[in-house]
């Protein structure tokens, strides 16, 4: 982005779309930076969400933060992204068609065929049926984005992150994109890492001399990334944050202190993994379920952990309390100056501010390897530690990824690239690739089952051509584009 890119109205920030705005994890994040962060306090922000409810009680919230920061943006709220997308300089993708809902619909299908789903919304069954959900509605934003803004920015937060990425590096590559998630958020990702190796006690004694010390080498697929070499003043520590993993595996939480356990059994599962690959996962809530040893299909039990499923009941208890909350802040009922002092920025706007003010600063994103990791192809959609500056995005130079990291990250970006390319073109042979394709699938007649069932239960979120039949399926995929296919 070049500083003729900049918004030319009469504010001096830049143009923010959030479709999505009543995401749990974004929107709150989203109106607090602009209204904190000098770079973006001046600009405009559009507020996009389809539940008018939500929508006014994100509109409250932001109404609420602007007057009591004092901050001068410029506030457009709606239900239709279409009506606000000319000048944006930045859109950002956070929404879900029924999310919750239908992750849970994902989980308890999958689980009755031998794919247990403990997350469900990235890959397997959930992160497959999630992508064929997902992408249409995207293609039909940045349709118009290509339209109305085609300078703008696009950085998407919606899951499955790689996958929605590829879809956008395949179908959309004149536009400039990228896709984030918030776990890899630096510097508080590698900063945990430095408390975790034992160089520091805590991340607030972290210096930018200690950081300049450490050589952190990270990366892999979106929720499923791998440390593969830590070393400070030129001395592998690696080994130190494996024993870290070993340690945190051998800890006891009090009785509810973890959601029925999966804090236990997700350090157990981590320890396990890192001393027999090698290389650390930094991931671990979505990575135990991207491969097949913690399916309980075994038949030595001792020393096996076994995966739980997704549970929908927890999740909506805690999204309820943040609704909850939301309400409070946007009606008055709770006090915004707590919401002011305590919330922290998110990944998406840090990259905006970092673009818009040429700050050069080094973010994990996912993006098309392009060289940096040599031994995987240039269009190998990576989780990669990458320059952010006024001019772009620009992955570092990685060297290679060790073995057996390479195949399983292949295996993983094959998964992605079938539900994709699925996703596209309506197509149940292309659906069962992907589906076998993945780590965790059992066997063919369990796969066509699930497909079956999956496809029935969740007919009403669909593109209505996967219920074609299939020679009129074959007729309109020779008629169409894919792109057109994909807002179908």
Known sequence: MSSSHKNPSHCRGPKVVLIGASSIFFGRQTIWSMVSKPALRDGILTLVEVDSTRLGWVEGLARRAIQASG?????????????????????????????????DVDATISTRYGMTMSSGDTIGPGGTFRTLREVPRQAEILEEVRRVCPDAWVINWVNPTAAMGIAMMRHFPDL????????????????????????????????????????IRITGVNHFNWLTEMRYEDKDITPRVIEALRQASQDHHPIGASEDGKVELANKIASQLASSIGNAPMCIWHTQEYVPYFMGHGIN??????????????????????WDEMEGLASGRLPIEPFLENTRPDHASDIIETMWTGNGRLYYINMPNNGAV????????????????????????????PRPLTGFIQRVLDEH?????????????????????????????????????????????????WYKDKEERHSSRSQQSPRLALAT
């Not at 709220?77 to 300089?89: F, I, N, P, Q, W």
Request: net charge negative.
């Open 176 to 215: 400039k994109s990228i896709a984030i998630c918030d776990g890899p958020h630096n510097p508080r990702f590698e900063d945990s890492l430095i408390v975790q190796a034992g160089l520091a006690p805590n991340v607030q004694s972290i210096t930018p001399a200690l950081r300049s010390r450490t050589k």
């Open 301 to 322: 039990k001792a020393d096996t952990f076994t995966i739980k499923q997704w549970r929908v009941d927890l999740r909506r208890k805690w999204m309820n309390e943040v």
């Open 417 to 465: 690239e079938l539900a994709v390319e699925a996703a596209v073109t309506c197509d149940r042979r292309i659906l069962r690739q992907a589906f076998l394709a993945s780590m965790v699938t059992v066997n063919i007649a369990d796969v066509d089952a699930c497909i079956d069932e999956m496809l029935e239960a969740e007919r009403e979120y669909i593109p209505a051509g």
């Open 374 to 401: 040599t031994n995987m192809p240039d269009d190998a959609y990576l989780e990669l530690p990458t320059y952010v500056e006024l001019s772009g995005v620009r992955p570092l130079a990685y060297g290679k990824i």
């Open 71 to 103: 901050a001068n943006i410029k506030l457009e709220v709606s239900t239709d992204y279409r009506e606000h997308l000319k000048g944006a300089d930045f859109v950002i993708l956070a929404f879900a068609v029924k999310g919750v809902e239908l992750r």
